[in-house]
């Protein structure tokens, strides 16, 4: 009995030293204290010179070092500065945290209050409500995985968000949203669900059952159009040509008529300005005003008809063929302020 209590009293001490061997070797050397010391008055040097990207580098190499609450202080005040503010939360919270644990940093604790105050105002707040009868969903914005639980608020910065829900034996819901500063939204995820194999068939009005008739029959307005302007293309040619046809036959007539006076021995302009012309020259006026007649019409015809195939060719160059989709995308909308901040290594 007595060894099976120093075996066990062993492993028992083996057990601790191993546990507390991460921690013994996580304790920076003085080398790499002074390298994140010279890191941070870099970082601090490039913060007054608002060169927020690359002081945040140098805080993330000091911090990988070492963490202190002035350190994550000054990182939170970069990527408050860049305009992310959760970020700017978490590392604020992280100096809270250091300095409640107990390290001293009375700088930082006298400005730490209110700078968290100032991002926490600015963030906006997205709380997911699921239907009841739900269970095991999973939440995704912008490809990230959420943890906070079902109907807590999750902090995100403001703009553009994709929301991908996800729940067992339904589809999958995806929105994108825009939040402004400040704002707190509740989206309501609403599960549709999966298409089974027995059920019907999804019912369509009769105006998507014509749409789609027309699309795959590829008989839409388009070629409606094409065909009523190549009936006018048609029609006006038709008309031309006829009169063109009347028109040669009124000549036939005045040519004829202008004969039958020169046949009298006169001049005919002059017999039919008598008093009494003779009967040809009621004849030859009726023929004259044929002619202009038929002349004038013709003109019509085929000016309708060039113009009718200009629009012709116009639509069958300039119409699409193919029928965009029409979509529907939701996105909800709903403001903050900076301060200068000082703090120590």
């Not at 890191?39 to 913060?47: G, P, V």
């Amino acid at each position: 009995m007595s060894a099976l209590r120093t075996t066990r009293t062993a492993l028992c001490a083996v057990l601790f030293s191993l546990a507390l061997a991460p921690a013994i070797r996580a304790q920076p050397s003085a080398g790499e204290l002074a390298t994140a010391r010279q890191l941070f008055q870099e970082a601090t040097a490039l913060e007054r010179r608002s060169a927020w990207r690359e002081a945040s580098a140098k805080l993330d190499a000091a911090l990988a070092i070492k963490e202190t609450p002035g350190l994550h202080f000054h990182r939170a005040h970069c990527a408050e500065q860049l305009g992310e503010l959760v970020l700017a939360a978490r590392h604020y919270a992280r100096s809270d945290e250091l300095i409640v644990a107990g390290q001293a940093a009375p700088d930082v604790a006298e400005l730490l209050v209110p700078a968290r105050a100032r991002v926490l105002a600015r963030v906006a707040r997205l709380t997911l409500e699921f239907p009841h009868d739900v269970t095991g969903e999973s939440v995704e914005i912008d490809g990230a995985l959420v943890r906070e639980a079902p109907g807590t608020a999750v902090l995100l910065d403001p703009g553009r968000h994709r929301v991908v829900a996800r729940a067992p034996g339904r589809r999958d819901f995806e929105m994108e949203i825009t939040l402004i500063e400040g704002q707190t939204q509740t989206l309501e995820v609403a599960f549709a669900p999966p298409p089974s194999a027995d059920s019907p068939p999804p019912r369509t009005s009769a105006l998507e059952s014509q749409a789609t008739s027309d699309t795959s029959s590829g008989f839409g307005t388009r070629e409606i159009v094409l065909i009523g302007e190549a009936t006018v293309v048609v029609a006006g040619l038709g008309a031309g040509i006829g009169f063109s046809i009347a028109r040669a036959s009124a000549q036939d007539r005045v040519d004829a008529a202008n004969s039958t006076l020169d046949a009298g021995g006169g001049d005919g302009s002059t017999e039919c300005s008598d008093p009494n012309p003779p009967s040809a020259c009621a004849e030859l006026d009726a023929a004259i005003d044929d002619r202009e007649r038929a002349a004038r019409f013709a003109t019509i015809g085929f000016v309708t008809a060039g113009v009718g195939a200009i629009t012709t060719i116009l639509t069958w160059a300039v119409w699409p063929t193919d029928r965009p989709a029409t979509a529907l995308r939701v996105a909800p909308t709903v403001g903050g302020a900076t301060l200068f901040v000082n703090g120590a290594f």
